[in-house]
């Protein structure tokens, strides 16, 4: 359990990071879906230990990627450009889907 919490610590603080790094609306949620949904993949295929696995993918992962943040993007956007929110939506959704299937395969040859 104290590994999970590490893990969501680090993971937490690093998207704080990429936040402030990319502070245009929704940069930094579509860039940590995207780049969590990669590790996401190779984790899939890696031989990780239990433990290894709930403070990467369920601790890390989990708090540096996030769903709810990408729902709010969304919305704030639409307010303003219906047409941008859309194109948002499935880049992102569609972009983090060739992420984990690109982490999957590489996880595989490694």
Do not use: E, H, W
């Not at 995207?34 to 290894?52: D, E, K, N, Q, R």
């Not at 369920?58 to 941008?84: C, E, H, P, V, W």
């Not at 992420?99 to 999957?104: D, E, H, Q």
């Amino acid at each position: 359990m104290i590994l999970l919490c590490i893990g969501g610590f680090l993971g937490a603080v690093l998207r704080y990071y990429v936040q402030q790094a990319l502070p245009k609306k929704g940069a930094a949620t579509m860039t940590v879906n995207v780049v969590g949904s990669f590790f996401i993949g190779m984790a899939l295929v890696l031989p990780l230990t239990t433990t290894m696995y709930q403070l990467f993918v369920i601790g890390f992962l989990g708090a540096f990627t996030t769903f709810s943040t990408f729902m709010l993007d969304a919305l704030q956007l639409q307010k303003n450009d219906k047409r941008r929110a859309i194109l948002y939506i499935l880049a992102t959704l569609i972009s983090s889907y060739i992420a984990v299937l690109m982490g999957y395969k590489i996880g595989r040859i490694l």
